[in-house]
């Protein structure tokens, strides 16, 4: 199985802030990667497929990269409704296994 | 509007059986695949398996496979999750989700929030 890893498990930024979130999986897979943002208590949300391909409706500060096995997630101008926890996922291979999350928390 | 609707909170004692269910609308429910979701208290989310509605096939992570069972009625747009013996550490919020390109998530259910204590 493919094991997915993000860093930092926590990062505290102000709006405005440049934010950046990596993921790294265990092997290569290609640009099979997804990026989702979930608040609290309300359901996960697709921001990001195929590592940078921008869901319809997302705002174009989120912006995805990476292939093989590093990838990111940037928000280029954080605004006070990003404040969310953000997780990766691997659609190469069954299972398709998400990582462990980020939390983005206000600095 | 495309979406998916679960059914709703279950409090269950451990060892009872379960199902929960998920009901497609908007679109045509055997084109995607429906894919369940876990996510414990307080913690990320776990991938447990997929189900094509149009002919049943099924994939289960190797945590939940014989753990838990994936079925479909196309006839009604449901998809289901059940479970034959609950335990305690069943205890989490469940998700179904449409599996769209890049083998994504881009439609989620509302969750279904399932509680087993004796």
């Not at chain 1, 590592?51 to 990269?65: C, D, E, T, Y």
């Not at chain 1, 953000?86 to 190469?92: A, L, N």
């Given at each position: 199985d493919i094991q997915m890893t993000q860093s930092p498990s926590s990062l505290s930024a102000s709006v405005g802030d440049r934010v950046a979130i990596t993921c790294r999986a265990s092997q290569s897979i290609s640009s099979y990667l997804n990026w989702y943002q979930q608040k609290p208590g309300?359901?996960?949300k697709l921001l990001i497929y195929a590592a940078s391909s921008l869901q319809s409706g997302v705002p174009?500060?989120?912006?995805g990269s990476g292939s093989g096995t590093d990838f990111t997630l940037t928000i280029s101008s954080l605004q006070p409704e990003d404040f969310a926890t953000y997780y990766c996922q691997q659609s190469y291979s069954s299972p398709y296994s998400f990582g462990q999350g980020t939390k983005l928390e206000i600095k | 509007e495309v979406q998916l609707v679960q059914s709703g909170a279950e409090v269950k004692k451990p060892g009872e059986s379960l199902k929960i269910s998920c009901k497609g609308s908007g679109y045509s429910f055997t084109s995607y695949w429906i894919a369940w979701v876990r996510q414990m208290p307080g913690k990320g989310l776990e991938w447990?398996?997929?189900i094509n509605p149009g002919d049943s096939d099924t994939r289960?992570?190797?945590?939940?496979l014989g753990q838990v069972s994936m079925s479909a009625d196309k006839s009604i747009s449901t998809a289901y999750l059940q479970w034959s013996s609950l335990k305690a550490s069943d205890t989490a919020?469940?998700?179904?989700?449409?599996?769209?390109?890049?083998?994504s998530l881009d439609v989620w259910g509302q969750g279904t929030t399932v509680t087993v204590s004796s």
């Amino acid at each position: 199985d493919i094991q997915m890893t993000q860093s930092p498990s926590s990062l505290s930024a102000s709006v405005g802030d440049r934010v950046a979130i990596t993921c790294r999986a265990s092997q290569s897979i290609s640009s099979y990667l997804n990026w989702y943002q979930q608040k609290p208590g309300k359901t996960p949300k697709l921001l990001i497929y195929a590592a940078s391909s921008l869901q319809s409706g997302v705002p174009s500060r989120f912006s995805g990269s990476g292939s093989g096995t590093d990838f990111t997630l940037t928000i280029s101008s954080l605004q006070p409704e990003d404040f969310a926890t953000y997780y990766c996922q691997q659609s190469y291979s069954s299972p398709y296994s998400f990582g462990q999350g980020t939390k983005l928390e206000i600095k | 509007e495309v979406q998916l609707v679960q059914s709703g909170a279950e409090v269950k004692k451990p060892g009872e059986s379960l199902k929960i269910s998920c009901k497609g609308s908007g679109y045509s429910f055997t084109s995607y695949w429906i894919a369940w979701v876990r996510q414990m208290p307080g913690k990320g989310l776990e991938w447990m398996g997929i189900i094509n509605p149009g002919d049943s096939d099924t994939r289960y992570s190797p945590s939940f496979l014989g753990q838990v069972s994936m079925s479909a009625d196309k006839s009604i747009s449901t998809a289901y999750l059940q479970w034959s013996s609950l335990k305690a550490s069943d205890t989490a919020m469940y998700y179904c989700a449409r599996q769209a390109q890049g083998v994504s998530l881009d439609v989620w259910g509302q969750g279904t929030t399932v509680t087993v204590s004796s």
